[in-house]
């Protein structure tokens, strides 16, 4: 499995993909966190199995590899990577140097991501990025010349929205895309917000069927990013896609950041352990850890902002272990001038994201005017329900579309994949990436202020 090169030839010159097989040559570089081997737990015809590897040497690139075996050599539908690795300091340059391929996937130290992305598409390779595709407002500046080169060296930039598969999200967009149900978004106010998104999540957790060993880095906010524009990335791209889905946003005008707070996290040294398997926190972590030997993390974030004038609301919150038979939780209300569009994921949803619709006056006839136009959905998504309660209606999922968080990046990498073969992303998409890196920047920015 572990195969070291030493020539530049093979290059990959031609960017001009028809779906043929074996087409797309995939690099994996600097993989340091999970995401980067879930783009690989599935096959794609496009994809050659043969994935070259740049990595420093480290325990990261190790498990990635080890997990990619994993998946190969599974009972239920295993896959054929074949892994072609090079590991050493001078990885990069090995990468830009020999360009082995012709789409780079990048999930890793956030830190030098933006560095990454940017020299990949001046070199003419393709970009798949894990979000946060920058964490700091230094580093949105160089996005923006990344998507300038790229658009200059015809290649493709694009982030990982995993979310947009999420079937909840995707009926909610759906009902607001029916206007005698939803009627029109509301303009919100500050302190009730025509969108409201909040995350939580938890540090420890099981991926794949493992305990997920966190790097000690991404404990280090310079190196990961703040919660606030990390998973927050996430949110921002839900209210942008579902709320205004094709618009083109241009974030100096189109966006006003309000307010913006954060806050820690603590951890123990046991806790800390339990998660990365390191015994002592590294020294570049020392700056966060109190008297105590408490580590503080700034992983939690709220921001308030509007967006074409709706007021807007994303909060990230972030704990250490999830009560026994629970999980990340997400909460989201979506108000219409009919109905609010509510996704709720608690005790009484058995932490299972649950959509409601939820009458917010007195509509003629809305029993009926909801089961005509709900056949629009039914139509689309065939046995998907509703079910009336006291004072909503709940849209009930049948279980062949709750696929689950790691199949969605098999959804987008196919996704990305019939990009290649247009030549192009739909108009709204770069922009709307811009927007989206703006606001969770701008947001740190007043938060530290």
């Known amino acids: 499995m572990f195969i070291l090169f030493t020539n530049g030839c093979n290059q990959m010159e ?37 994935v070259h590897v740049y990595a420093p040497p480290g325990p990261e690139v190790e498990r990635h590899l080890a997990m990619i075996e994993d998946y190969n050599s599974r009972d239920n539908d295993p896959t054929s990577w074949n892994q072609v690795v090079y590991v050493g300091d001078d990885y990069l340059e090995r990468m830009l ?45 160089l996005l923006k010349d990344a998507f300038d080169s790229a658009e200059e060296n015809n290649v493709l930039l694009y982030d990982i929205m995993t979310e947009r598969f999420e079937i909840t999200s995707i009926l909610q967009k759906e009902f607001m895309q029916l206007p005698a149900v939803f009627g029109q978004l509301t303009r919100g ?9 909040e995350s939580v999540h938890y540090l420890f957790k099981y991926v794949s069927g493992r305990v997920l060993q966190r790097p000690p880095w991404y404990f280090d906010v310079t190196q990961q990013g703040e919660g606030i524009v990390d998973v927050t990335t996430h ?24 307010s913006a707070r954060r806050w820690p996290t603590s951890l123990t040294l046991d806790q800390f352990e339990s998660i990365t398997r390191v015994p002592e926190f590294p020294s570049y972590l020392d700056q966060y850890i109190d008297d105590d030997g408490i580590l503080h993390v ?15 609301r994303v909060i990230v919150k972030w704990d250490f272990q999830a009560p026994e038979g629970t999980g990340d939780t997400h909460y989201s209300i979506t108000r219409g001038t009919n109905v609010n569009l509510i996704i709720e994921q608690g005790v009484e949803q058995n932490f299972k994201p649950v959509l409601y ?20 959905i039914q139509a689309k998504y065939p046995g998907v329900e509703l079910k009336k309660l006291n004072d909503r209606w709940e849209v009930v999922v049948p279980p062949v579309y709750d696929v689950g968080h790691e199949a969605h990046f098999a959804q987008v990498t196919e996704n990305y994949l019939q990009y290649l073969i247009d030549g192009r992303l739909p108009d709204w998409e770069i922009p709307n990436m811009i927007a989206k890196y703006y606001t969770n920047t701008k947001a ?3 938060a530290k202020e």
């Open 14 to 50: 031609n960017n001009n993909f028809t779906g043929e097989t074996n087409e797309v040559k995939l690099i994996t570089l600097a993989p340091g966190h999970f995401h980067a081997y879930l783009v690989q737990k599935d096959m794609y015809d496009q994809v050659d199995p043969t």
């Open 97 to 141: 140097s020999e360009k082995k391929g012709n789409v780079v996937v990048l999930a890793g130290n956030n830190r030098l991501k933006t560095s990454y992305i940017k020299q990949a598409v001046d070199n003419g390779l393709n970009v798949l990025s894990d979000k946060p595709m920058v964490i700091n407002s230094a580093n949105f500046e």
């Open 189 to 197: 106010t500050p302190e009730e917000p025509a969108v409201v998104k």
């Open 235 to 258: 949110l921002v791209d839900l209210i942008q896609w579902a709320c205004f889905h094709g618009e083109i946003i241009d974030y100096q005008n189109d966006i006003e950041m309000l």
């Open 298 to 312: 700034y992983c939690n974030g709220e921001m308030n902002y509007t967006l074409f004038g709706h007021h807007a």
């Open 357 to 376: 619709i939820e009458p917010v006056g007195n509509i003629a006839d809305f029993d009926q005017v909801l089961t005509r136009e709900f056949a629009k």
């Open 444 to 446: 740190l920015e007043m």
